[in-house]
């Protein structure tokens, strides 16, 4: 065999080896990129499991939460309801004071409003001058003016807290309203984020 015969075939042999070595180190390598892009599937498979779990466990928590809420508002409203009623008899009750005819009548309605003065309390006529007709008058004892006083000071406080309440209900429907329009907002985001993942993954 001539020396140059040996050289091509001892190339070729250097060749085959070198190929066989070439090929089964991109068959190691591409093993091992085969298992490492296994292992990044599956970690981003975990990943995803445990954020469809967390989103799980935070729907249920939502979805409870919105049944407290549905029974407070139902119970608010009942309320409010309640309140408008106790208003308009309230309205009514006055109205009725204003139609008493007589002093009779005005008296027993005294009499029942203010059980504690009843044993106190006189009618009597004066005729405020010689010509004038007699007119019927409730006395009590002066001491009894505290009372009406403090009456009067407590109706004005009330008057007051129930005005502040009302305003206080007027803010904290707007606070609500404001609260269901951000946690839209945050349904909206979650929402785009869950196709976008979904999508992605």
């Not at 975990?46 to 919105?66: G, H, K, N, P």
Request: charged content about 25%; aromatic content about 8%; overall charge neutral.
């Amino acid at each position: 065999m001539s020396r140059s015969k040996q050289i091509a075939i001892g190339f070729a042999l250097v060749v085959a080896v070198a190929l066989f070595a070439g090929f089964q180190t991109a068959r190691l390598w591409a093993r091992a990129e085969v298992a490492r892009v296994e292992a990044e599937a599956e970690a981003i498979r975990a990943q995803r499991d445990s954020i469809l779990t967390a989103t799980a466990i935070r729907d249920s928590v939502r979805a409870s939460v919105e049944r407290a809420v549905s029974g407070l508002s139902a119970e608010t409203q009942e309320l409010r309801l309640k309140i408008a009623a106790m208003e308009q008899a309230r309205a009514q009750a006055q109205r009725d004071v204003w139609l008493l005819r007589t002093s009779d009548d005005t008296e027993r309605e005294f009499r029942t409003a203010f059980p504690e003065f009843a044993d106190a309390m006189r009618m009597t006529e004066l005729r405020p001058t010689p010509d004038a007709p007699s007119l019927r008058y409730l006395m009590v004892p002066a001491n009894f003016a505290r009372s009406f006083i403090i009456y009067r000071r407590n109706s004005e406080a009330y008057e007051a807290q129930r005005d502040s309440l009302a305003k206080l209900d007027d803010l904290n429907g707007q606070i609500i309203a404001l609260q269901d329009s951000i946690a839209t907002l945050l349904a909206l985001n979650e929402q785009a984020f869950r196709m976008g993942y979904d999508s992605a993954y």
